[in-house]
């Protein structure tokens, strides 16, 4: 089973063996992941969140691709950037602990509910 | 060292300690996942494409701190919707693979240079 | 009362000012439209669709905030790139209309539903 | 020649004719919205700052589209939310007058360069 480590490298394979490593400046990968974001985003805009937790299957499956190529493009830009994503995100979730105690903000969107 | 599915379960239970699941709709995470986009997308407006590449320790330092924000709401919503990230990933760069041969699209972006 | 072509050129005069013009780049203005649109995302992210169409007076004048840096971005880049956005518009208009026949899509978001 | 009222009224008309209404709640508009964004930046990803500022007249005319696209979105979710979108730009670009004085940020895309 492929880790995030093992996908960073074929992935910089993947964008040397075609050369586009010259278009790969932390700037456009932003443009691209935003652009991949956005389609995610389109899968459910005129859905309700109900529907939208409750996919059919074809539709599942061209949302696991949305998510696969934001995926790819995060993993790209921190290779770029030299950033070790999963110890940014074990940062990240140490930080929004303290700045969300679950005690204080309990069922709360309104102030709070932010990762 | 974490790995993504450790992390999975640690921002489940971060969300399911503030019963924010309420509110972790697919279609709700999608926008907040797009939000976190456009604060990556934010540093890099104004910076030329080199600048982006040799961003200062403080700003790459808020940069890491925005791919994780990406990265955990994309766990998040591939949880919500019991899609396997690494899978996922692991299937679409196969499908890249065939779709832009490294001998025919080298060195351009064009028509290509699209994971 | 202001019209759009008034305000374009009101823009045009404010970036001038401020030697900003250099970095008016369209890449670059349209990475800046849509931090701009994400804001605006990031205002509704969290509500129900029936919240979002309710807001208290003071979130609304924060979201009228949100659509005028919207507007104020999307003159910008039209001005740099000598598109007249109504004229544009007019004319979108006309081809949604033939794409989207009022008759045939009545009530269906399924595959029709965009202007 | 259109105004932008004119357009508010016919863009209202043609979702009224098709009863999507019933789907233009304003958090789905600032989702359409932010996809017709990233189409825009879509086309920009991969292009030089200059070569952006220097389009084919084939792909001016597509960027085009993807700028009146934004445009009516935003012209809806204004109508939506009965916001006065010229006198929101008008009022907006007063605000940022006196945030950013000509005379202290000239030329300086650090700290400021945003309307």
């Known amino acids: 089973m492929a880790d995030l480590d ?47 937790q409750a996919l059919a299957p074809e539709k599942l499956a061209q949302v696991a691709e949305e998510l696969a190529d934001i995926q790819i493009y995060l993993i790209r830009i921190a290779d770029k950037l030299n950033v070790d994503l999963l110890d940014a995100v074990d940062k990240k979730i140490a930080v929004n602990a303290k700045k969300y105690p679950a005690d204080k903000v309990r069922g709360s969107a309104k102030k709070y509910n932010e990762f």
Chains 1, 2, 3, 4 share one sequence.
Do not use: C, G, T
């Not at 932390?26 to 389609?39: C, D, F, Q, R, S």
């Open 6 to 52: 093992e996908l960073r490298i074929r992935i910089r394979q993947f964008a040397e063996a075609r050369d586009w490593d010259q278009y790969h400046a932390p700037k456009n990968l932003a443009m691209a992941l935003i652009v991949e974001a956005a389609e995610l985003v389109e899968h459910f805009q005129w859905l309700s969140e109900a529907q939208s």
